[in-house]
């Protein structure tokens, strides 16, 4: 009905009207739904958990064991392994540690693997019956070893310190330490103090945690004494 001083609404601006109205119920009816399901949900509260470093820790309880040409101090935890058939001289012992699946701290003795190649390398010096252990321990070889150097990945020729060693670029992950010398690669010379005859050695630590300790080792190197 036409009054006067009043313009007729149009038909369009009653449909846009509608329009609007339907977008605004369709809005609350899904807000009311989002806040039954959030109030339906259980209060279950997510948090990342702390990282956890593992350290292997030096027990100060140790067991003393003599194998003929030298002794030294194990932990009184870890457990001597019987030396596998071959033409090595080995002695090895391993950590019952199950988080981290067990250190090993092997042996060689005159008989040095001649290709046996390590992730890390420690220099050591013989001082007549004992060790010296000169700087610490290198970071892993493959960080300053020219990869293409060598034809034998699995055992590259590379040094630390001066001293030659052989560094396996092929299993980077493992963490494998070997000692070496000015005695040579994967060797040192020690002299028993009773009989006076001298023996090479080759001392290697794996461990398999993801934050390695190498506490257990250095003790154990500096514990050793020729008889």
Same mark, same amino acid.
């Given at each position: 009905?036409?009054?006067? $001083?009043?313009r007729p609404?149009s038909?369009?601006?009653?449909? @846009?009207?509608? +329009?609007?109205?339907?977008? #605004? @119920?369709?809005?609350?009816? $899904? ?5 039954i399901?959030?109030?339906?949900k259980?209060?279950t509260?997510? =948090? ?5 470093? =593992?350290?292997?820790s030096? /027990?100060t ?6 194998e003929?040409?030298?002794?030294l101090?194990i ?5 001597p392994?019987?030396?596998?058939? $071959? &033409?090595?001289?080995?002695? /090895?012992w ?5 988080? =981290? ?9 005159? /008989?040095?693997?001649?290709?046996? %190649?390590?992730?890390r390398?420690?220099?050591v010096?013989?001082?007549n ?6 700087? %610490? ?5 493959? !960080?300053?070893?020219?990869?293409? %150097? ?6 590259? &020729?590379a040094?630390?310190? $001066? +001293?030659a ?5 092929? !299993?980077?992950?493992?963490d494998?330490?070997g000692?070496?010398?000015?005695d040579?690669?994967n060797?040192?010379i020690?002299? %028993? ?8 050695f080759l ?12 506490t257990?080792f250095? !003790? #154990?190197?500096?514990? @050793?004494r020729?008889?």
């Open positions: 009905m036409y009054k006067a $001083g009043k609404k038909k369009r601006w009653r449909a @846009l009207k509608w +329009v609007l109205l339907t977008v #605004v @119920l369709l809005a609350c009816i $899904g807000w009311a739904g989002q806040a399901r959030h109030a339906l259980p209060k509260v997510i =948090t990342q958990g702390r990282a956890v470093t =593992t350290h292997v030096y /027990t309880k140790t067991k003393h064991y003599n003929g040409d030298f002794a101090d932990p009184d935890t870890w457990q392994i019987p030396r596998p058939a $071959g &033409p090595y001289k080995s002695f /090895t391993q950590s019952s540690d199950r988080i =981290t699946d067990g250190q090993v701290i092997e042996i060689y003795e005159d /008989t040095i693997p001649e290709n046996f %190649s390590v992730n390398v420690l220099i010096e013989g001082e019956d004992h060790l010296m252990i000169n700087g %610490s321990i290198s970071d892993n070889c493959s !960080n300053y070893t020219d990869q293409f %150097s060598s034809a034998n990945p699995l055992a590259a &020729p040094k630390w310190q $001066g +001293v060693f052989l560094c396996d670029q092929a !299993n980077q992950e493992r494998v330490i000692t070496s010398s000015t040579g690669i060797t040192v020690l002299k %028993s103090q009773s009989a006076g005859a001298s023996h090479k001392f290697t630590y794996t461990d398999y945690s993801v934050n390695p300790d190498y257990v250095l !003790n #154990v190197l500096n514990s @050793l020729m008889n």
